[in-house]
């Protein structure tokens, strides 16, 4: 079974490439490579996979999630400038593709092994950047 | 354990037309019969969103699985051109108009222009209304 928890974070960045031109940045990147940076009302879903518990009926524990997904995304990355604020965005660009994978490298150690509510595991990450471009990641076996 | 990552980018595309559900293999009774309301003679519109969705590995250097410039721009030359703003039994006069036959007939269209450097086309989603979507997806990942 999967379950997905929403969670929101805004946060500012910009898009573009130390090794190319700016208007090589602007013709990859479009607006997003604007030099003073620009944000975004982020919308994170997080699913996880396992099998309801027999005794609690839960998969997992979805106050636990929400403390996990404060801890790991919203506290580091809520109202900060990716680029100059939040690792490893100095060096990364902070496309909505490296923000999600990102996000899943923080938060998939937190669902190994048997919690306990069951065998948990990181299932998908999806991260909009706004309504019309959202990206899936995912590292679960396939 | 073998896994892999998995990225896919979906960017949503929306365009307005009018359409009017009518099978010309099939009588004036049975067309009213089968599409109800979507088959009154002079049409009715909708907003309509297509979701397009890519797949494959993200180059390190650039960060982007596409750089969503140019996937805007190949949706607007390939897709949005003709059938925004357009009465859909004019723009596609070999179809009926239901929301499958254009979602696959986008699906068509992008799979025709999709640029060879382009990570592969996974899926196009039409929304028809907020409460009806139509998907295809490319199986082979």
Known sequence: ????RRVEFSASHICAS????????RALYGAGANPHGHGHNYVLEVTLAGEPDPVTGMVFDLRELKEILQREVVLPMDHRFL??????FGDVVPTTENIAA???RRLEPNFRGPARSGNVRLNNVRLYETEDLFVDYSEAAL | MSTRS???????????ASHRLHAPNLSGEANRELYGKCNNPFGHGHNY??????????????GL???????????????????????????????????????????RRLSAAWPREFPKLAGVRLWETKRNRFELRNEEQ
């Open chain 1, 1 to 4: 079974m999967l379950i997905t």
């Open chain 1, 18 to 25: 130390p090794a190319l031109s700016e208007a090589e940045n």
């Open chain 1, 83 to 88: 680029n100059r604020e939040v690792a490893p």
């Open chain 1, 102 to 104: 990102e996000i899943w």
């Open chain 2, 6 to 16: 998995f990225t896919r980018l979906t960017r949503r595309y929306r365009f307005s």
């Open chain 2, 49 to 62: 969103f297509a979701e397009i969705s890519v797949t494959g590995t993200v180059p390190e250097d650039s």
């Open chain 2, 65 to 107: 699985l596409v750089s969503v410039p140019a996937l805007d721009a190949l949706v607007e030359r390939a897709v949005l051109r003709d059938l925004d703003h357009c009465d859909l039994n004019h723009a596609l006069p070999n179809l009926v108009p239901t929301s499958e036959n254009v979602a696959a007939e986008i699906e």
